[in-house]
């Protein structure tokens, strides 16, 4: 098999030829294997049979560099896969991602050891079974849980689904990497809002749009306020025209029962994703909460379209929707409760239509927008 000497002769080479030698054959034994392509049972077991030989005998950087080579085969059995895990080194992680294919028994037999990086490398694989996907998942470690909320093979779906929007909450990188999935309901994010970025915190808003949500139970405390929408939307336009932020903070803590430093992120975001949610949980109309965003936001070339995103977003996220998602800011809400039948969001199509209808200002929209910019410059002035 590969124009080898029978093993008896390679062991007499181990024997007599000292350490260099059995290095170099069972490098050039690994890499020929590797090369060889598909091989036949027969072959694997004998190509098993004399390796296991090599490699107790060999040096330990050829062992290394052994194992690397042979994790490029495309005809890996277990046992092989074996001797490769025990003697590739520092090297495991790249192999346990980029292998051809691993067994479930490796998988199993790497997990087992509680190593994080393994652990987490084989999270990036894409052919994880049922068993390995959740044994991963009962690891208590953010790199693992990183690792397979980068992992679009791994459908976000039941008891998976909870798992990752529970470390979301905790690890603002699994927020980040969730929000970037498609297959993700962003709306599960509702708890990292603050964590991500502009682009990412609209789209948590726009999974709300048109959509049932449960009871909020800080519903009843923005009931009880007496605070008109009128009075709010001109106290909020005089202290944003005027920089203080500061007192925003203030008058958001008072009126909505969020902690002072999460008022504060709301009065201090630029970007005015979080204010919205404040104004339409308030009942806001999209003419009373643009005049308080055009002071609030930073409106320059780039961002000037924002207000048309915003100007939809009043007509398509309701205000018990909003109520609710602030009810998920302060932690009083099951957000998995969203994935039961009555609050889960629309088919595919009119959720894609809805969310181009939330993107896309019409004429009137921008002439609104237009009107209330004059409005801000002559308050400003």
């Known amino acids: 098999m590969l124009g080898f000497q029978p093993y008896e002769t390679f062991q007499l080479l181990i024997e007599t030829g000292g350490i260099d030698r059995t290095n170099t054959l069972l490098i050039a034994a690994c890499d020929a294997y590797a090369r060889r392509g598909r091989a036949t049972l027969q072959e694997s077991e004998q190509f098993h049979a004399l390796?296991?030989?090599?490699?107790?005998?060999?040096?330990?950087?050829?062992r290394a560099k052994?194992?690397?080579?042979?994790?490029?085969?495309?005809?890996?059995?277990?046992?092989?896969e074996e001797l490769i895990v025990a003697n590739i080194g520092e090297d495991l992680a790249d192999f346990l991602v980029s292998a051809p294919r691993l067994s479930e028994a490796t998988m199993l037999k790497i997990i087992s050891t509680e190593d994080v990086a393994s652990a987490a490398a084989l999270g990036r694989r894409s052919d994880l079974t049922n068993v390995v996907l959740a044994k991963l998942f009962q690891m208590n470690s953010r790199k693992v849980y990183r690792a397979l909320a980068t992992?679009?093979?791994?459908?976000?779906?039941?008891?998976?689904?909870?798992a990752l929007a529970r470390s979301a909450q905790m690890d603002h990188q699994v927020a980040w990497s969730?929000?970037?999935?498609?297959?993700?309901?962003?709306a599960l994010l509702a708890p990292a809002f603050f964590d991500l970025n502009e682009s990412d915190r609209i789209k948590v808003i726009r999974a709300f749009a048109m959509r049932a949500t449960p009871a909020a139970?800080?519903?009843?405390?923005?009931?009880?306020?007496?605070?008109?929408?009128?009075?709010?939307?001109?106290?909020?336009m005089k202290l944003f025209t005027e920089n203080r932020r500061p007192e925003v903070t203030r008058l958001l803590h008072q009126i909505t029962g969020l902690d002072e430093v999460r008022c504060g992120q709301i009065a201090h975001d630029t970007s005015g994703a979080a204010l919205f949610v404040v104004l339409r949980a308030f009942g806001c109309s999209a003419y009373d909460g643009l005049k308080v965003l055009i002071?609030?936001?930073a409106q320059d070339g780039e961002r000037s379209g924002s207000l048309a995103t915003f100007s939809k977003l009043f007509e398509a996220v309701s205000v018990d929707a909003t109520a609710y998602l602030m009810s998920a800011?302060?932690?009083?809400?099951?957000?998995?409760?969203?994935?039961?039948?009555?609050?889960?969001?629309f088919t595919e199509t009119r959720r894609s239509a809805a969310a181009a209808a939330a993107q896309a200002p019409s004429q009137q929209v921008e002439s609104t927008i237009a009107a209330l910019a004059r409005i801000g410059i002559k308050h400003a002035s």
């Open 51 to 62: 390796a296991a030989r090599l490699f107790p005998a060999a040096a330990p950087s050829a």
């Open 66 to 80: 052994a194992a690397a080579a042979l994790g490029r085969s495309e005809s890996l059995s277990a046992e092989l």
């Open 178 to 186: 969730l929000a970037a999935r498609e297959d993700f309901d962003a």
């Open 295 to 297: 002071h609030a936001t």
């Open 151 to 162: 992992n679009t093979t791994v459908a976000p779906k039941g008891p998976y689904l909870a």
């Open 217 to 236: 139970p800080i519903k009843r405390t923005l009931e009880q306020l007496s605070v008109a929408t009128e009075e709010l939307t001109r106290a909020l």
């Open 329 to 345: 800011w302060r932690g009083e809400v099951n957000l998995l409760d969203l994935g039961k039948a009555e609050y889960r969001p």
